[in-house]
Structure formats: C-alpha cells, structure tokens
C-alpha cells in the first residue's frame, strides 16, 4: 500500500526540541522530492520545508529558518524534520507530504506538536 | 507576498453544482500551476486537481478546475454534490518557488 506515516510528535517546552519522522512504503521513496506542511489548530495549511531526492537541496518556510532541519535517509524510506528552538506557534499537526517541486500528491495522516509549559 | 483568497464557506444541497474561486493578489494567476486539496474532518488532505485542472485517478469526474485570467481566479467546481464532499478545500499555488495555500473553503452539503 502507498502510505507515509508520521511519528514523533508530542508535548514539549517551549525553546525545546523535537525530532519527527516520516515512513514511506509502497512507492520509491529515493525518487520524490518530500515536504513537510503543517496545520495549527483550526487554521489552514503552511508549507514548511521540502528536500530533493537525493538529499542535495532544501528549502525552508521563513518561520522555520534556521531552527528547523529537513533530512532523509534513502536507506530507510524515511523522511525527517528535526525542530530546534521551538515556540508557541510552532504548536500544529504536521503532515509529510510526496512531491513533486511545488506540490503534494501523497500525504500522512500528520502528528501533533504541541509547544506549551 | 503573493497570497491567495478563498471564500471561508460555501454551502449548496445534494445534487447541484458549486464553485470555490481562489483569487491571486498579484501577477498572473495563470503563470503558474494551482493545485486543490480536499481535508474531511479530522483527515489529511487528498488531491482532487493538479495543474489547473488535471485530475488525478481516484478523484471524481464530478471535480473540475479552471482558470479565468480576466479574474486571476482559479475555480474548483463540484457537480452532481454528495454529502460526502462536504469538506475544507483548498488552493495551493506557488511564486518563486514559494509554496502558497489558500486559506481554505468550508463546503457545506445540506
């Protein structure tokens, strides 16, 4: 079946971080561009991040650079977004997403990140 | 920045026809492809049109997108509706390689 499947979510202190991961099956993962998007309670979609699929170039969303790092292991399947410094507003559900360059034809069913003391 | 514009909701009886417009704040609309996502409640968003108005297999014929330059609107119209589409969707477009989403329509099927 073609699914990814996010985990990695959870609680955590704001200036906190926090390490999410994707896992891609059924299609070839080392293929696609993936991204990551996310949603805050009640609100509409952001874009976040995307990455080649050779891991050669990234692309980041203003709110996130230079505190947020996309990465992917080709080996695995796996996609990863590791948060540093995070704030309230960072608090949503985040979905990984397959590409292509600008936009998503396969999605997770996301992960909650909730940024709060 | 470039911005896209929804309606925040729409709402049309089983059977009829609807159309959600999504309207670019500059440039050309049409310069660039828009896609339309789907999101039921509590669900991640599927694709129902990709590249203005290609649909992608599993989605309905009932779901068709346009572009009307005179307007720099992209519209996704719903033929035939079912209580099923009632749902959040939206438009996502993209400008120097910026990825831009709508805000987001509430389709309401009553």
């Known amino acids: 079946e073609v699914q990814l499947v996010e985990s990695g979510g959870g609680l955590v202190q704001p200036g906190g971080s926090l390490r999410l991961s994707c896992a891609a099956s059924g299609f070839t993962f080392s293929s696609h561009w993936m991204h990551w998007v996310r949603q805050a309670p009640g609100k509409g979609l952001l874009w976040v991040s995307r990455?080649?699929?050779?891991?050669?170039?990234?692309r980041y969303a203003d709110s996130v650079k230079g505190r947020f790092t996309i990465s992917r292991d080709n080996t695995k399947n796996t996609l990863f977004l590791q948060m540093d410094s995070l704030r309230a507003e960072d608090t949503a559900v985040y979905f990984c997403?397959?590409?292509?360059?600008?936009?998503?034809?396969?999605w997770g069913r996301g992960t909650l990140v909730t940024v709060s003391s | 920045n470039f911005m896209l514009t929804q309606p925040h909701s729409v709402s049309e009886s089983p059977g009829k026809t609807v159309t959600i417009s999504c309207t670019g704040s500059s440039g050309s609309i049409a310069s660039n492809y828009v896609q339309w996502y789907q999101q039921r409640p509590g669900s991640a968003p599927i694709i129902v049109i990709y590249?203005?108005?290609?649909?992608p297999s599993g989605a309905p014929d009932r779901f068709s997108g346009s572009i009307d330059s005179s307007s720099n609107s992209a519209s996704l119209t719903i033929s035939g509706l079912k209580t099923e589409d009632e749902a959040d969707y939206y438009c996502q477009s993209y400008d120097s390689s910026n990825v831009v989403f709508g805000g987001g329509t509430k389709l309401t099927v009553l």
């Open positions: 990455i080649k699929s050779d891991g050669s170039t990234t």
């Open positions: 590249e203005d108005n290609q649909r």
């Open positions: 997403a397959r590409g292509p360059l600008l936009w998503f034809d396969l």
